[in-house]
């Protein structure tokens, strides 16, 4: 099972033309680590916020993918539920 798992992640902020990820996916395992790095406007927050579910539970916005945190649907546990799996220092 993995830590993380994200599948054909899909998002566009309300009002926006474009979608910020456009089919990402990423499967890390007990252990493993990953950097992103990219320019300002480049999706990193965005990703944070959907592996925390914020987006979509907080964010309006077209939410499409799968996202979880071990093994659990992170939309069903929303930010609360998935605080006691993960966190993020901005």
């Known amino acids: 099972m993995s830590v993380l ?10 009002g926006a033309v474009r979608p910020v990820l456009d089919g990402l996916s990423l499967e890390l395992g007990e252990g493993e680590a990953a950097i ?11 990703l944070c916020l959907v592996c925390l579910a914020i987006i979509p539970n907080r964010v309006a916005g077209d939410f499409e993918g799968k996202a979880e945190i071990m093994g659990k649907d992170t939309v069903k546990l929303g930010p609360q539920g998935v605080s006691e ?6």
């Open 5 to 14: 798992s994200l599948k054909d992640i899909r998002f566009r902020y309300k």
């Open 36 to 46: 992103v790095s990219g320019p300002s406007g480049g999706g990193k927050t965005t």
């Open 85 to 90: 799996y993960a966190g993020c220092v901005m």
